[in-house]
């Protein structure tokens, strides 16, 4: 019998985007494909426009116009949770609810909601509406609504951009935190360095133009060496040559 739990397979032959008002057809991504062992952490780099949001829409499914396969390497449906970019909370729904919306009505994963949202440092503002709360904040939410789903595989897209230092930190320690619970694998993407070394098992660097893999290495730093800033900086500068 095959195991439970095969790697994910990511196939991109081709993928462009075709010309409209005046702009020629556009071909974005070229040739990728690689693997993704169960439970790892894989972040997405590469400067912006090199189709970093384009792969994890594909990965996602949300995008099926390209050429090639993704295979989640599981039996039946995979449970997939996304993160965007902007947290994208429903204004005239509460914390509490706009958490919720992502479970169909009478799961069982509804009662876990006020723990979670105690997990994530909500629980005072579970009747607020996302005006209220500051950006952090609704990126808490955002983390919420994507962990209530339980999900096997988290597709992350700069989902900590526009904070200040210290509340990205804190919520790349939440982060981990919550995926320390229960086996998830995660494909983050950022075009920050620093933060590409501080959360990746395995970092894959996009080129510019017309995007494939330019650079695919692990990351071997502890759990400790994360949060020594010293260290972030000297593996930075062994991947990136900068830092
Ligand atoms: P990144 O996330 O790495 O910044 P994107 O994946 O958003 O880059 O975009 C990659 C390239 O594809 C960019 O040049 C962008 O302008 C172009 N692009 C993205 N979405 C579309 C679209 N819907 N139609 C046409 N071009 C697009
Ligand atoms: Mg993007």
Known sequence: MAPLTQPLSIRIDKKSFPAVGGREQHLVLKGIAFDVEPGSFVVITGPSGCGKSTMLNIIAGLDEDYEGAIDFGVDGNPRVAYVFQT???LPWRTVYENVALVLPDGDSRIANIPELLQRVGLSSEAAAYPEMISLGM??????ARAFVLEPEFLLMDEPFVSLDDPT????????????????????????????????????LRLSEGSASIAQ??????????RSSRAKVLAEQHRIFGDG
Do not use: G, K, N, Y
């Open 168 to 203: 990205a930190q804190a919520l790349r320690e939440l982060l981990v935190a919550l995926c320390s619970r229960r086996p998830t694998t995660v494909l983050f993407v950022t075009h920050d360095r620093a933060e590409s070394v501080m959360l990746a098992t395995r970092i």
């Open 87 to 89: 947290p994208r909370l």
């Open 216 to 225: 695919d290495v692990a990351v071997p730093l502890s759990v400790a060496d």
């Open 138 to 143: 609704q990126r808490r939410v955002a983390l």
